[in-house]
Structures are given as structure tokens and as C-alpha cells.
């Protein structure tokens, strides 16, 4: 039951990597917009972005729970990189039995409302719709997309240099959020292809937003520590802030919703795998509602502990807590997550709410 | 990262404990009788027949009436029980702390005789620990024991003491009275006794408690006897044995099932397709509920490892409690009822209890702040 020794080594590693070269420096030089391309590429090299996907597809294999746990180390660091996206993109595109490279890619739709339609074109196809707030899709190599086909979901993969130019955006975090719209935009054939078992775009959405929850656990970890040190540190009236015990009671209720959101996520992810759609769908409502939960309380608390110098830029309090803010609203808010679990539920009955939750 | 963090680790339940579910839900439609919304009844014959099931003492050593199962087949008796709303007062404290602090401070002779009629059902204890004047701060007990021929004698006030009135044992928490007790250290001369609550000298008075219920007791202890035979563990090591006993009390996950059944009533209010903030409002408890399982899963796991979660039930049950004072705030926000205890209505009577038992949760066990200091102590911050 305990962590497996991969996952754990995985872990470590990340660590390190991103300790080294995910500096507060390489983060504030990514909001102003120029990509961190050397933390890439070191990420690149590793080879986790593309793990998951077979090994005839240049992938490992890789259980899809060590790479969200390798999510959860990047959201710690606030890593201004798509590796979630890239991660999400080959698995689309590789179902589909498309080509990838092995440079930063985005995925869509993002958004719930979004359409994307193709339609024949002779030998081709014609996108049309739009596909808003995709990450980091000015910097993308590929963008990956699904799209409603005359006979349902395919895949389409664009080189970010071909697609049409984004209407650039970011979050509050200042991670690049671009809008593309296509009009009648001409794709070729062998850039589209049915998707594969078990991808669609409910599933690209739901994995999406547990990567957000997954993250912002991490997140959240990062921002409990800073508080935690920080009060200690700060001396007030004589004393470190942590010798109060109204600033410890604020302490330990941070801890709780760090705990709590770590277990959240944990729990959408033991639902990867599970061969289960429904189930998985349900439990990772569960993980972003509670995710984002947790985040809101904790947020208000870490920046409460840290006083005005966890307001300012140059402290690092706020790549977190700014970070926070953006990804609970990313791929579905908590409170829509909320709605889905709230209809599954009641639509299941009563009676069937221990079962369901006990797994039977 | 420098900071402790506590740790939930994912766990899956193994087979054997999920075999287990289906026997105790099939016991449990055979009690159906016996089931309601309130858990704590005091019902012997239901806890005689839970013994006789295996299913109190679980994880305790054959050798003293214990099954030898696993803390995760234990966990899975316990959930189903409470979500069903079982009448466990009769065993619970037994098998949850006293059975347990007996099994690891007590006497080969203790443990014989008390460990398997715990396991059988049909011996029930409660908990001496809350006085007038020591509640949160319970090192500052002012019963006292007083070492005389063969025993010791013991005079002080007990209260807060549920279900006593029930009980046949307590584990008594005092102070020996006694001149080489170091009086700066608050913890010395802490000691634990095996008090039969029939000797002489106790007396058990009902304390009515908001509900008009009687729960809870005030126990008077004049010239007590005790025979040596009934101290449990050492003579000033209480504190550390009565420490154990309240991880024990804490790791169970009793704080956030109670009222199972309300949410499963508002659910059955709310339809099949609730209106949008209907939905996020259950949506955001049933969250809660599921992620407050998984980790007292994990720390039925962390048990399994021998670890000592104690940080970690500290955890689950703050939020635990919290999400059950919740459950009437957001009841209350969703159907407009006005609340009778004894109402024909379910939903009214059911909010009449969860609203006025709410205050209790965040008190019995380790009030919030005392469990908040818990955590912060282990953050290292005391």
C-alpha cells in the first residue's frame, strides 16, 4: 500500500531537477512571457512528459500515477512548463496513432463550452470553432486537438507553427493561456485520425482537471511550507509569530487542507486505471471539488500567516497562491465540479451513495 | 521540503477486507430492527451478538479473546456499522481504547480476564478522564489515589463520563497523593486504574444533557478501594499510557459517519435532478465525505505498519467534525424545516438532532484547539 519504490525514486528525482533549474528567477523571467525553454528541455530528457505512452510510441509505459505524482513535485516548484498538456497531448495523439515529437505541446479543448467541428475536404479536412484559454499554445511545437468528425471524435494534431496565430492570454498567474480560432482552416489527412479506446474528450477534460488538482496540491504544499518556516522565522513582540497561538491554530488548519487536498487528489488518481469511466469521472469530481476547497481556505491562510511581506512580488508566497487561484478554475471550477458529483449522486439514489463510495 | 507533512498515503483495501463488507451488511439487514439514525444506543444483546461474529477485539491476539484480523477488515466493520447506525455503545469504548490500552499496559491477569468479555460483548467501559476542573487540561486531575494495605484508595469527581450509567468498568485517570510526587511536573504521579463501577464508595449521578438526553454522568469516588491487582500499567506512567489510549480514540473514523443517513436524506429530498446550487451543495459534502474516507483508510493502513498516526487522526478529526457541523448549516440552506426532536417528519427530526448535537462533536475527545495544538506540535512550531 505504501508509495512503490519507482514512484518514490521518480519523485526524488523531480525534486532535484526542478529544485536546481525551477528557480524563483526562471519562473518571474516565464511571466514575462519568454518561454523557459532550458527547464524543458531538462524535463525533456528525462523522458517523463512522454512516459505514459507505449513504448512503440517512444513512451515507457509508465503508470499514469507516477507521472500525476511527478505533476504534483512540478506544482510545488510552479514550473512554468505544459507538462500536463504534453503529457495529455501524446496521450491523445498516440491513441490516435499520430505523430509527436518531443517538444512542448498543448492540448484542447480546455474549456467545457468550446466546439471544434471538421469536416471533408477532398483528401482533407476543415476545422472549424474555436478552442479558447489553450496553455501554452503560442509556445507549443504541436497542438493537439479533439474535434467532432462526421462519425465522432478524432484527434488532430497541428504544428504550432501552422496553426492559425493564437489571441494570446494569460492567467493571474501569467502562464500563457492563447485563444485559437479556426475558420475553414485546412488540415491535412494525415494530421487527423479517429481516437483511440478509452480517449475522448470527456476524458481529456477530466484528466485535465485532475492534473490542475494534482498540481495545486502541490501548490499547496509549497505554500504550507512557506508559512510554516516563515512563522517561525518572524519575530514579533519579542518572539517568532509561531510561539502565538492564534498564528499556530491558523498554522494547523493550513496543514489540515494541505493534508486533505493531497488525499484528494490521490484519490482521483487511484481512479486512473480502474477501467471504470464512471467511476473514474466521479472520484476525480471529487478530488477538483475538494482541491479547490482546500486551496481557497489555505490560500487566505498562508498569505494571513506571512502578513504584507507575502503580498509583494519578490517573495515567492504568490507564485503559489497565484497559481492557486488560476488552476481551480481551470478545466471546470470546483464549484462545477461540485454540480457533476451533487447530479451523479442524486441521480444514483440514496441508497446507492455508501456503495458507491465504498467501492461496492 | 523542511516542513512535516502529514502523511495520507493512498491505500486500496485488500480482499479480505472486502470480502468482510457483505457478512456485516447481511448481519446488519438481519438487526434492521435495531438500526436508526442515532448511533450509541446501549443495546447488549446487539454487542453479544457482534462478539459472537468476531467482530469486537479484531485485531487483538487470539490469546486473549481477539481474532487476529486486520486493521483494514476491522475499519470495514466499523464504517458499515456506523453508516447503518448501529447501537455500538455497549463495546465501542471497549474495543476502540480500553480493550487495546489494556492489551499494552496491562497485567497477563488483566489481560485474561478483561481483553476476551470485552471481545464477547459483555463487558462495557467508559472513559474516567473529564473532571470539574479538568477537561481540556486533563493532566490537571485532582482525583487522587493514595496508596494503603493491598490497594489504594481514591476519592475525587469524574464527569463528562458517557454512558457510565451502562458501564460496568472504567478506565479511572488520577494523581497518586503521595510525597515523592515532583510537584513542578504536571504530568507526575499520573496513574490509571481498572475501576469497577459497582465498588462501594461510586456513586453515579445523570448529568441531562441539551437534548434532554442522558448521556453523559458525574461520578462521585469516596474512599474508594481499589486492589492492586486493578492498577493498570505503572503507578506515574498515566500519562503516557492515557496519551496512548486518546490515539486510540481519535484514529477511529466515528467523526464523520454519524450522520450518514442525513445526507442520505437530503439527497432523497433533493430528486433525482436537483436545481444547480442543490447539486454543488451536496456535491461539495459527499467530496468531503469521500476524501475524509480515504484517509482514515489510510490511517486504519498506518496502524496495520504499526505507526502511530496520531498527528494524522488529529487531522481527521478536526475536519471530520467540521463537516458534521456542517451538515445541518447547509440542510437548513437547502430545505426550509422547522426542527422537532420527536417529529413524524424524518428530515425535521433529524435536523433537530444534528443541529443541537453539533456543539459536542468539536468538544468530546479533544476539543479543536486542543487538537489544532496537537497539530502544531507537530509541525514544530511548540
Known amino acids: ?360 | 521540503m523542511a516542513t512535516p507533512m502529514f502523511r495520507f498515503d493512498p491505500v486500496e483495501l485488500p480482499p479480505e477486507a472486502i470480502k468482510i463488507r457483505g457478512e456485516v451488511r447481511a448481519f446488519i439487514e438481519e438487526h434492521k430492527d435495531v438500526m436508526g439514525f442515532t448511533r450509541g444506543e446501549h443495546n447488549p444483546e446487539f454487542s453479544q451478538a457482534m462478539g459472537k461474529k468476531g467482530w469486537i477485539g479484531m485485531t487483538w491476539p487470539k490469546q486473549y479473546g481477539g481474532h487476529e484480523r486486520t486493521s483494514f477488515e476491522r475499519y470495514v466493520v466499523i464504517e458499515e456499522m456506523l453508516v447503518a447506525g448501529a447501537p455500538l455503545s455497549a463495546h465501542y469504548t471497549g474495543d476502540r481504547q480500553s480493550g487495546p490500552n489494556i492489551l499494552r499496559f496491562g497485567t497477563e491477569e488483566q489481560k485474561n480476564f478483561f481483553c476476551p468479555k470485552i471481545a464477547a460483548g459483555e463487558l462495557t467501559f467508559c472513559i474516567g478522564m473529564s473532571e470539574p476542573n479538568a477537561g481540556s487540561d486533563v493532566a490537571g486531575t485532582r482525583t487522587r489515589a493514595v496508596k494503603v494495605d493491598g490497594g489504594y484508595r481514591i476519592n475525587g469527581t469524574k464527569l463528562w463520563t458517557s454512558n457510565a450509567h451502562n458501564a460496568d468498568y472504567a478506565i479511572l485517570f488520577c494523581k497518586m497523593s503521595s510525597d515523592d510526587v515532583d510537584a513542578n511536573d504536571r504530568h507526575a504521579g499520573a496513574t490509571q486504574f481498572l475501576l469497577d463501577l459497582k465498588t462501594p464508595g461510586v456513586e453515579i449521578r445523570p448529568v441531562i444533557n441539551l437534548l434532554g438526553e442522558h448521556h453523559f454522568n458525574e461520578i462521585f469516588l469516596t474512599d474508594v478501594f481499589v486492589p492492586d491487582h486493578l492498577l493498570l500499567g505503572k503507578e506515574g506512567n498515566g500519562w503516557n499510557q492515557l496519551t496512548s489510549e486518546l490515539a486510540f480514540e481519535r484514529s477511529a473514523p466515528d467523526r464523520f459517519l454519524v450522520l450518514f443517513q442525513m445526507l442520505q436524506q437530503m439527497i432523497r429530498m433533493a430528486g433525482p435532478t436537483p436545481d444547480r446550487s442543490t447539486a454543488a451543495a451536496l456535491g461539495k459534502l459527499i467530496s468531503q465525505l469521500a476524501t475524509l474516507r480515504s484517509m482514515s483508510v489510510s490511517i486504519a493502513g498506518m496502524l496495520m505498519e504499526g505507526l502511530q498516526p496520531n498527528n494524522e487522526s488529529a487531522v481527521v478529526k478536526d475536519l471530520g467534525t467540521r463537516y458534521e457541523q456542517d451538515i445541518p448549516v447547509v440542510a437548513r440552506q437547502l430545505f426550509a424545516t422547522e426542527p422537532e426532536l420527536e417529529a413524524i417528519d424524518l428530515y425535521a427530526s433529524m435536523l433537530a438532532r444534528s443541529t443541537m448535537n453539533a456543539p459536542r462533536l468539536s468538544i468530546q475527545g479533544g476539543t479543536r484547539e486542543i487538537l489544532r495544538g496537537i497539530i502544531a506540535r507537530g509541525l514544530g512550531l511548540r
Open chain 1, 1 to 360: 500500500m505504501a508509495i512503490r519504490d519507482e514512484t518514490r525514486m521518480l519523485l526524488e528525482s523531480m525534486g532535484r531537477l526542478f529544485e536546481d533549474l525551477c528557480t524563483k528567477q526562471v519562473v518571474d523571467a516565464a511571466e514575462t512571457g519568454v518561454f523557459a525553454a532550458d527547464l524543458w528541455r531538462a524535463v525533456s530528457e528525462t523522458g517523463v512528459p512522454l512516459a505514459a505512452l507505449p513504448e512503440s510510441a517512444g513512451g515507457a509505459d509508465a503508470e499514469w500515477s507516477d507521472l500525476y505524482a511527478a505533476l504534483r513535485v512540478a506544482g510545488r516548484f510552479s514550473a512554468p512548463i505544459p507538462l500536463a498538456e504534453t503529457m495529455l497531448a501524446g496521450w491523445v495523439a498516440s491513441s490516435a496513432g499520430l505523430e509527436i515529437g518531443d517538444g512542448p505541446m498543448t492540448v484542447g479543448p480546455v474549456r467545457a463550452a468550446d466546439k471544434l467541428a471538421l469536416t471533408r475536404d477532398g483528401n482533407g479536412w476543415r476545422l472549424n470553432g474555436t478552442a479558447s484559454r489553450l496553455p501554452y499554445a503560442s509556445h507549443a511545437e504541436k497542438i493537439v486537438l479533439i474535434a467532432d468528425g462526421p462519425d465522432g471524435e478524432m484527434a488532430v494534431v497541428l504544428e504550432g507553427s501552422g496553426a492559425p496565430s493564437p489571441a494570446k492570454g494569460k492567467n493571474i498567474a501569467n502562464e500563457s493561456r492563447d485563444t485559437l480560432t479556426f475558420d475553414n482552416f485546412h488540415v491535412s489527412s494525415d494530421s487527423v485520425a479517429p481516437l483511440g479506446e478509452g480517449v475522448s474528450r470527456a476524458a481529456l477534460y477530466r484528466r485535465g482537471a485532475l492534473a490542475r488538482a494534482t498540481m495545486m496540491s502541490g501548490a499547496l504544499e509549497r505554500a504550507m511550507d512557506l508559512a510554516v518556516t516563515y512563522a517561525q522565522e518572524r519575530q514579533q513582540f519579542g518572539r517568532p509569530i509561531s510561539k502565538f497561538q492564534a498564528v499556530q491554530q491558523n498554522l494547523a488548519v493550513l496543514s489540515e487542507q494541505t493534508a486533505v487536498a493531497v488525499a484528494a487528489a490521490n484519490l482521483g488518481i487511484q481512479s486512473l486505471g480502474c477501467g471504470d469511466d464512471e467511476r473514474e469521472e466521479f472520484q476525480i469530481a471529487i478530488a477538483k471539488t475538494r482541491v479547490g476547497e482546500a486551496a481557497t481556505l489555505a490560500c487566505e491562510l498562508a498569505h494571513q500567516v506571512h502578513g504584507a511581506i507575502g503580498f509583494t512580488k519578490e517573495y515567492s508566497l504568490q507564485l503559489a497562491t497565484r497559481r492557486l487561484w488560476s488552476w481551480r478554475e481551470e478545466f471546470g471550477s470546483d464549484p462545477e465540479w461540485a454540480v457533476k458529483v451533487g447530479n451523479y449522486f442524486c441521480g444514483k439514489g440514496a441508497d446507492r451513495l455508501w456503495p458507491i463510495l465504498a467501492g461496492e
